[in-house]
């Protein structure tokens, strides 16, 4: 029993389709590139004071979507709302965005203040009122003391933090930012992370969509994460639930990492879950996608949620190790299961730790694995 699965609507839990007109909303939206769909009826809304991560694999559309709600590019159908305002045919700069990109995109030959006010002057702001909505931009992203300065005289961070006050002095209902922090090295990119997340909690009524290929990032700041493939929308919920409940092997793997254990189910799958045959044993699971009784599929359970068995009522999954890293906080083992299929768990504290070729017993909760249809290429580990 197949059949095609239903478009994923990108809209926060108990509100209709382009019902959050006042933030950010994509209706049913089709972009092609000379005959090719590159985004295909993508609907997502985002409210007004949150912030929604699109992850997704590399072509997968994700900046298309962000250009489409700026107005760099045209739909070939559908809508975009912003603010409550069909903004489908309006030019980028009427459509109260703004927008920050990876490659800070700032005059060389502007100092910061000037940097920030040029967009002030592009939009027809008052001249009187630039100076203090410059300086309260810099204030916000904590460049107050560097006014004066050229792009040249900071460093990298310092650069993003001018781009994104430039895009905030416009006081924009929307604020797209793609990958802004890509081209930063990994201890700046925590600090930003943090600021980002502060200048969330500082511009309640701001609608954010954040494109990422860094699910620490998406998983960080976001209030939902859409997830994209193919030029589709393939999964939208909260980080916990597309990582507690991912809706099909994509999501798992893409948002954390999982073990896709083989698993066939005993009888059909309702909404208070599953039965399924896990090696020698039948668990009771979560599920989230109907599949008839005797489906091979396979059990999503995370690394850091498999532990070594101590004799308690879990499952066991009977296993060799086959390799064991030290992590900082945890150990890190693979095992081959005994009844086939491999699996990783990160496992802290352990002061004898197994080697390769061990015989371990691992187990889980089954409160915390959830059963999803076989991946159609029968792969889907993820690691990193
Ligand atoms: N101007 C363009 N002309 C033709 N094809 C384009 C154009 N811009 C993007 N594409 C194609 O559209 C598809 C989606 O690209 P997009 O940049 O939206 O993906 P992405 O998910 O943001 O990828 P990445 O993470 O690599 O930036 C890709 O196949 C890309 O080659």
Redesign the pocket.
Same mark, same amino acid.
């Given at each position: 029993m197949t059949s095609a699965p239903a478009p994923v609507r990108g809209t926060p839990q108990g509100a209709e389709a382009g019902a959050v007109r006042s933030g950010l909303s994509f209706e049913d939206v089709t972009v092609a590139?000379?005959g090719?769909t *590159? /985004?295909d009826g993508f609907t997502l809304d985002v409210a007004p004071g949150e912030v929604v991560a699109?992850l997704?694999? $590399?072509? $997968?559309?994700?900046?298309?979507? /962000?250009?489409t709600a700026a107005g760099f590019?045209s739909p070939v159908r559908g809508r975009v709302h912003i603010g409550g305002r069909d903004v489908t045919d309006l030019p980028p700069y009427r459509r109260g965005i703004g927008m920050v990109v990876q490659q800070y995109a700032l005059f060389p030959h502007l100092r910061v203040e000037q940097n920030v006010a040029f967009g002030l002057k592009a939009h027809k702001v008052p001249r009187a009122d630039i100076p203090g909505r410059v300086a309260r931009a810099l204030e916000m992203t904590g460049m107050a003391g560097y006014a004066r300065r050229y792009p040249r005289e900071l460093s990298g961070g310092q650069q993003q933090r001018v781009a994104i006050a430039r895009a905030l002095a416009i006081r924009p209902d929307v604020l797209l930012l793609?990958?802004p922090l890509s081209a930063l090295d990994v201890q700046l990119r925590t600090g930003m992370l943090a600021e980002l997340a502060r200048l969330h909690r500082d511009l309640p009524d701001v609608s954010m969509l954040y *494109?990422t290929?860094d699910q620490v990032e998406a998983l960080t700041l976001a209030d939902r994460i859409a997830v994209?493939k193919d030029?589709r929308l393939v999964d939208c919920g909260t980080p916990q639930q597309l990582y507690r409940r991912p809706r099909d092997t994509f999501t798992a793997s893409f948002v954390g990492q999982a073990n896709l254990l083989p698993v066939t189910t005993l009888a059909e799958t309702g909404p208070d879950g599953a039965r399924v045959a896990l090696a020698d044993n039948e668990v009771r699971v979560a599920a989230v996608q109907p599949l008839p009784a005797g489906t091979d599929a396979v059990l999503c359970v995370r690394p850091h949620l498999v532990r070594l068995a101590d004799g308690g009522d879990g499952p066991t999954l009977r296993a060799t190790v086959t390799d064991v890293q030290w992590r900082g906080s945890v150990h890190r083992l693979h095992a081959d299961l005994v009844t086939g299929g491999t699996v990783t768990a990160d496992i802290g504290e352990l002061r004898t730790p197994p080697v390769p070729g061990d015989q371990v017993v691992l187990t889980f909760d089954p409160e915390d694995a959830v059963v999803l249809p076989a991946a159609p290429d029968g792969g889907g580990k993820s690691d990193d």
């Open positions: 590139y000379h090719t *590159v /985004l699109l997704g694999p $590399s072509g $997968s559309g994700k900046t298309t979507a /962000l250009r590019t793609d990958e *494109v290929h994209m030029a």
